[in-house]
C-alpha cells in the first residue's frame, strides 16, 4: 500500500513567522493529497487539499505545492497566528474515493 | 458541509466485552466509510473501508475477526471492538463524504476514546 512520511514531527515558529511542512509518498497512481489540521481532543479539518494535475493551490495564508515527479507535497503557513496552533497531517489516496493513508503528523506550536 | 456523528464518544469497558461504535452521515449518504485507529500523539491509521451492502475491506495486519465492521445502511456504519483487551484502547475515529460535494473532501466523526480496564 501507500508510504507517506511527514516531516518534521514537530516544529516551533514565532509568530508571524512561515511555517512548512513536507511530505513524501512512494504510489505513483495516488492523485490526491489533503492536509488535515487537528487541535487536541477534536477531529481532523481539511484545511486544503491539491490534486495531481496541479502543482500549486492557495488559500489565503495557506497554500500547498505538489511534484509529482519527486513524489513530494509540501504544506506552507504563512505569518502564523497562536490559533494555527495544531496537529497537522498529509494524506495521499488514489483519487478523492478512496482511502486516506495518512502521514505521521507534524506538532505546529504557534510562540506569541 | 457535511455532518458526521459518531456515537459514544467515549467509552470504558472490562476485558473480554465488546463495544460498538457507530458511525452515521446526518445529512447526506455514504455509500463508503472508513474507519482509522489514532493513538496519542500519532497518526490515523486506517484500519477498514466500511462498504454498504457489502463486506468491510480490512488493512494489512487488522483482524476483521476482532474489528467488525457492518454497513447496513446508506447513513450508518458500526464498528464493534469484540472481547476487548487493554491494548485496545485508543482513539478511534470515522470519516464518510457526501458526493454531492465532493470537492469538500472527507469528513470526519468526533471520533470514540476507548478505555478497556
Known amino acids: 500500500g501507500e508510504n507517506v512520511e511527514q516531516h518534521p514531527s514537530t516544529l516551533s515558529v514565532q509568530e508571524g513567522d512561515s511555517a512548512v511542512i513536507k511530505c513524501t509518498y512512494s504510489?505513483?497512481?495516488?492523485?490526491?493529497f489533503p492536509w488535515y489540521k487537528q487541535e487536541l481532543g477534536k477531529r481532523p479539518q481539511l484545511i486544503i487539499d491539491i490534486r495531481s494535475n496541479v502543482g500549486e493551490k492557495k488559500d489565503q495564508r495557506i497554500a500547498v505545492t505538489l511534484n509529482k515527479t519527486a513524489k513530494h507535497f509540501s504544506l506552507h503557513i504563512t505569518e502564523t497566528q497562536p490559533e494555527d496552533s495544531a496537529v497537522y497531517f498529509c494524506?495521499?489516496?488514489?483519487?478523492?474515493?478512496?482511502?486516506?493513508?495518512f502521514g505521521t503528523g507534524t506538532s505546529l506550536t504557534v510562540i506569541p | 458541509g457535511a455532518v458526521v456523528s459518531q456515537h459514544p464518544s467515549r467509552v470504558i469497558c472490562k476485558s473480554g466485552t465488546s463495544v460498538k461504535i457507530e458511525c452515521r452521515s446526518l445529512?447526506?449518504?455514504?455509500?463508503?466509510m472508513f474507519w482509522y485507529r489514532q493513538f496519542p500523539k500519532k497518526s490515523l491509521m486506517l484500519m477498514a473501508t466500511?462498504?454498504?451492502?457489502?463486506?468491510?475491506?480490512?488493512e494489512q495486519g487488522v483482524e476483521k475477526d476482532k474489528f467488525l465492521i457492518n454497513h447496513a445502511s446508506l447513513t450508518l456504519s458500526t464498528l464493534t471492538v469484540t472481547s476487548a483487551h487493554p491494548e485496545d484502547s485508543s482513539f478511534y475515529i470515522c470519516?464518510?463524504?457526501?458526493?454531492?460535494?465532493?470537492?469538500?473532501?472527507?469528513?470526519f466523526g468526533s471520533g470514540t476514546r476507548l478505555t478497556v480496564v
Open positions: 494524506a495521499a489516496s488514489i483519487s478523492t474515493g478512496n482511502q486516506f493513508y
Open positions: 504510489d505513483s497512481a495516488s492523485n490526491y
Open positions: 466500511s462498504n454498504e451492502g457489502s463486506k468491510a475491506t480490512y
Open positions: 470519516s464518510a463524504r457526501d458526493l454531492r460535494r465532493a470537492q469538500d473532501g472527507y469528513t
Open positions: 445529512d447526506f449518504q455514504a455509500t463508503t
